[in-house]
């Protein structure tokens, strides 16, 4: 029994081992500030007993702030991070939020990158950060439409148990307002998510008194912000992803367009 554990906590050893070269190298600003620290403890508490130079933690150069788009690693690493904070806001982690986040992560990196993604998120529920100088972070690095994307994201995991608890929506309120998302961005992406009969106007950041001319006015400037290629930088996978708002943008437009007899 004692050599089967050892066994499978060397497999675990190596797979964190792997997973640090893997995203580290991938890292832009994210390798540094609060979001590099938090990465390096985990990843240090779980290789500390790995001696042999293969699987040795070696330090990487260091970002390049001068130059802070957003890298594929970088948003990869927001996400779970923000992701843990949510999910452990209301105290319990729900089976559903795992398949979400899991079935995400499948869909848009491939099964294997997924695992190994999961491995920093089972690492992150464990531990205690401050989500302020996180958020912060990427507030001052990442692009305002990807952090969009991220907002996106994080109301998507609240809702994945068919209801959004206040704590969540409470700790999602911090991580924006940190992030610097304005009040009707905010309140557009979450009426995708929280419906009510004013859903759709949030959603295009209008009132019902607008009228049908700044309707459509409304309609092309959202367009403009929540298209795909806003996040292109971040790849393919992303902006597949991304595409899922830009579909609720279109059926609130088209839902507005309806009630009010628009051809």
């Known amino acids: 029994m004692n050599l089967l554990f050892t066994y499978f906590c060397t497999e675990n050893f190596k797979a964190m081992a792997k997973l640090l ?36 933690y070696q330090p990487h150069k ?9 890298s594929h690693n970088d948003f990869v690493v927001s996400l779970l991070i923000l992701s843990a904070s949510v999910m452990k806001s209301d105290q319990r982690v729900l089976r559903s939020e795992l398949d979400f986040i899991k079935r995400f992560l ?19 529920l464990t531990k205690d950060y401050n989500i ?31 209801q959004v608890h206040p704590a969540e929506i409470q700790i999602i309120v911090e991580i924006a307002e940190t992030m610097g998302i304005n009040s009707g961005d905010f309140n557009s992406i979450k009426a995708m998510f929280v419906k009510d009969t004013t859903s ?15 309707l459509k006015k409304a309609y092309r400037r959202m367009a403009l912000k929540y298209h795909p290629d806003r996040v292109a930088h971040l790849g393919q996978d992303v902006q ?18 309806k009630e009010r007899g628009l051809t």
């Open 106 to 124: 499948i869909q848009q990196f491939g099964p294997l990158e997924a695992e190994r993604q999961l491995l920093i998120l089972r690492e992150l």
């Open 240 to 257: 597949k992803a991304a595409n899922t708002k830009f579909q609720e943008l279109n059926a609130a437009y088209e839902q507005i367009k």
């Open 62 to 70: 260091q970002p390049n702030f001068n130059t802070p788009q957003t």
């Open 200 to 214: 759709a106007y949030l959603i295009l950041e209008i009132t019902p008194e607008t009228t049908n001319d700044d």
């Open 132 to 162: 302020r100088q996180i958020s912060n972070q990427i507030k001052q690095y990442m692009e305002y439409p990807s952090r969009l994307q991220l907002l996106h994201f994080l109301f998507g995991l609240a809702d994945s148990d068919g």
């Open 21 to 56: 070269k893997w995203i580290g190298g991938g890292l832009g600003w994210a390798a540094g500030g609060p979001i590099g620290l938090l990465l390096g403890f985990i990843f240090g508490s779980v290789l500390d007993s790995i001696q042999s130079e293969e699987f040795a």
